[in-house]
């Protein structure tokens, strides 16, 4: 059974006078997507995507070439457009964050709504589906909300309701069957593993 492993970029450096999507991966970052590089070398992967933010392709571009492979990007596996606001510094983003999960339907700040972007990112994990021509797993290297709301749709659960990646660094993934499209393992850190 060949099955779609989306994961979500470890830790980035932060640097409030670059724009988000071009921060990159940290070397904790890194050595966890490292990490996670080794644990797929057991499996069949035969195609590597990413959003096209930075942090999500430095992890695309160790996965792939750890496999002999290239990689892919995909701008519709990106993170919900947040460009009216740029870098909001926490504790002010994580209650902005759970605004956007909290009503999904409504435009919080000027960021893409919840719906719309859920919606974007289902059909780019179809179409990456549909049109991908290899027969092995394939890797999805993405970002945390739009793993949320992914796992929304995958549980038929309203968006908010899903269950989370619990690492506070990111570096969590979920295994999808290619085929079904459906959930088969929930939410797992890099160190965890995969379920057996």
């Known amino acids: 059974m060949a099955s779609l492993i989306f994961i979500t970029h ?3 450096v932060i640097d409030p006078d670059q724009p988000v999507p071009q921060w990159p991966l940290n070397a904790t970052g890194r050595a966890r997507m490292e990490r996670f590089a080794a644990m797929l070398a057991d499996r069949d992967v035969s195609a590597v995507y990413a959003s096209t933010e930075r942090k999500a392709m ?3 571009a160790i996965v792939a070439e750890s496999l002999g492979l290239s990689y892919d990007t995909d ?5 919900n457009d947040r460009s009216s606001t740029g870098f ?4 002010e983003f994580w209650e902005v964050v759970r605004e956007f999960f909290g009503r999904p339907h409504e435009s919080i700040r000027g960021w893409e709504r919840a719906i719309d972007a859920q919606t974007r990112i289902v059909n780019a994990i ?3 589906l549909h049109e991908d021509e290899t027969a092995g797993d394939i890797v999805v290297v993405s970002h945390g909300g739009v793993g949320c709301l992914l796992t929304a749709h995958l549980q038929g659960v309203a968006i908010g309701r899903e269950s989370r990646p619990s690492h506070p660094g990111g570096g969590c993934f979920i295994v999808i069957d290619r085929d079904l499209v459906a959930l088969t393992q929930d939410w797992r850190a890099i160190e965890d593993g995969f379920a057996a």
């Open 10 to 12: 470890p830790e980035v």
């Open 58 to 60: 430095d992890g695309a």
């Open 75 to 79: 701008e519709d596996l990106g993170e």
């Open 88 to 91: 909001i510094a926490p504790p």
């Open 126 to 128: 179809r179409r990456i």
